[in-house]
């Protein structure tokens, strides 16, 4: 190993391998570039994913804020359609999502002759859909992050794999073990494994961060959830 390193070094320093992206993709053969591409595509993905995401998140979060009090003003002077036109007029809010189909399912029944509990129940399961709903609309994509967050850098190992593999080919070939008899190989190793890590490594940490806000926002929407159901029991009580 230790003798592997100081060959790495001296051919790096002798300039037997390029330091720039363009002598190290001219060096490489054939399978270390298939990597390269497979992983520019993975790259190419995630990043899609993430600015997607965040995008998302960011006008969840925004409208969210907006949304809220303006819904627990018309709930509160008993505004029920103002209260849905205000969710309708805010569709990229998660809270606004599920709060408007208990709304809407509520609404629908309040003129009828069903039994309170019955009313409730019933908006109760049409809040727990919208939530089911939403948070599956919120993880788009976040999966196919961690897949390649774990994949990525074994990708890039098989690349090395087949640099180091490489490297011995030409030694055996050339009868010499000199540089230019590695140049090649280790091209292939460095620029796979630099690139495998790349890619994994932001995917992973976006992964771990778009979960967290999921999770923020799984809270928010069972606390908005939670609360429209105490205030049906209470409007529908005060009609008793």
């Known amino acids: 190993m230790l003798f592997n390193l100081n060959l790495l070094l001296v051919t790096l320093l002798q300039g037997e391998v390029g330091f720039d992206i363009r002598s190290m993709w001219a060096q490489s053969g054939p399978a270390a570039k298939t990597v390269i591409i497979i992983l520019a595509i993975m790259s190419a993905w995630s990043i899609g994913v993430m600015i997607d995401r965040l995008l998302a998140y960011s006008a969840a979060r925004k409208q969210s804020r907006e949304f809220a009090p303006l819904v627990a003003g018309c709930l509160k002077e008993g505004k029920i359609d103002e209260a849905i036109n205000v969710s309708e007029q805010n569709r990229k809010s998660h809270l606004a999502k599920v709060v408007v189909a208990g709304l809407q399912e509520f609404q629908a029944h309040q003129a009828s002759t069903e039994i309170p509990g019955e009313v409730v129940e019933a908006s109760k399961r ?14 788009r994509g976040i999966s196919g992050l961690a897949t390649i967050g774990s994949t990525a850098p074994f990708v890039g190992l098989f690349g090395t794999v087949v640099g180091i593999i490489n490297a011995f080919q030409g030694m055996s070939t050339e009868k010499s073990a000199g540089l230019s008899a590695v140049a090649g190989g280790i091209s292939e190793a460095l620029i796979t494994t630099a690139f495998g890590l790349f890619v994994a490594v932001p995917a992973v940490w976006m ?29 529908r009580g005060s009609r008793k």
């Open 207 to 235: 992964y771990n961060y778009f979960n967290s806000k999921i999770e923020s926002f799984g809270v928010e929407m069972n606390n908005s959830s939670s609360e429209l159901i105490d205030y049906f029991l209470k409007r």
């Open 126 to 139: 049409a809040l727990e859909r919208a939530t089911a709903i939403t948070n599956a609309e919120l993880k």
